[in-house]
């Protein structure tokens, strides 16, 4: 059955239908609430938002698509998509942009189809070439403010895989600082500094 983690802020938002069979991560702590209205689910929005709640969270309903539909309702959506890169040498392709370790991504134009959006962002951001999928990984979720308004980015991955052996440009308008070519080893020192929604990604290929 379908679930949706969402992060927002620092914490985890977990949506599930009652009675769901569902994994958690025993590191985690979290807070279950149970929602039969509308309100109910714009209420906790709002808490975790101003930061009234802080606390990792498992949202549940009797129907899983009620509660997708309410909570996604609240936010702006954004469609984007990334990759996670490989090349010949079996080395993954690192950004360092505001801080923090990422993979490139970013948001789809209108009429744009989704594996073709997410290979030209690839591409825009590092500099590199001949981008190929290899298969779609999954999708996360992740809030953010744009403009005093929360947006939720539904973030289509895929794994991709390249020959190209030329100069990583970093796409400097767009806040990337520098781009690399990284060996599995150096991978989880890197994720040390990094987003839960890529530490994410890392976990599906």
């Known amino acids: 059955m379908q679930n949706y983690k969402i992060y927002i802020n620092n914490i985890v938002v977990l949506l599930l239908q009652h009675k769901q069979n569902f994994h958690i991560d025993k590191n985690m702590d979290y807070v279950i609430y149970y929602c039969k209205k509308k309100d109910e689910v714009e209420k906790i929005i709002t808490a975790v938002e101003i930061g ?5 969270l498992i949202i549940m309903a009797d129907d899983i698509d ?30 360092f942009r505001k801080g923090k370790w990422d993979i490139p991504k970013g948001k789809i134009e209108k009429d744009e189809e989704v594996k073709l959006g997410s290979i030209r962002e690839v591409e825009e951001e590092t500099g590199v070439q001949n981008v190929a999928i290899s298969y779609k990984l999954g999708k996360t979720y992740h809030t953010y403010k744009l403009k005093d ?16 052996t030329g100069e990583l440009i ?36």
């Not at 009234?52 to 990792?56: E, K, V």
């Not at 539909?69 to 392709?93: C, D, Q, S, W």
């Open 149 to 164: 308004k929360w947006v939720l980015k539904e973030t289509h991955w895929y794994a991709m895989r390249t020959d190209f």
């Open 52 to 56: 009234s709640i802080t606390t990792n």
């Open 170 to 205: 970093p796409q400097t308008k767009e806040g990337i600082e520098k781009v690399v070519w990284a060996k599995k080893k150096e991978i989880k020192e890197m994720l040390k500094n990094s987003y839960s929604s890529i530490k994410e990604v890392f976990k599906m290929k």
């Open 66 to 95: 009620w509660l997708k539909k309410h909570f996604f309702n609240a936010f702006k959506i954004i469609i984007a998509g990334g990759g996670l890169v490989r090349n010949t040498k079996g080395e993954y392709l690192m950004m």
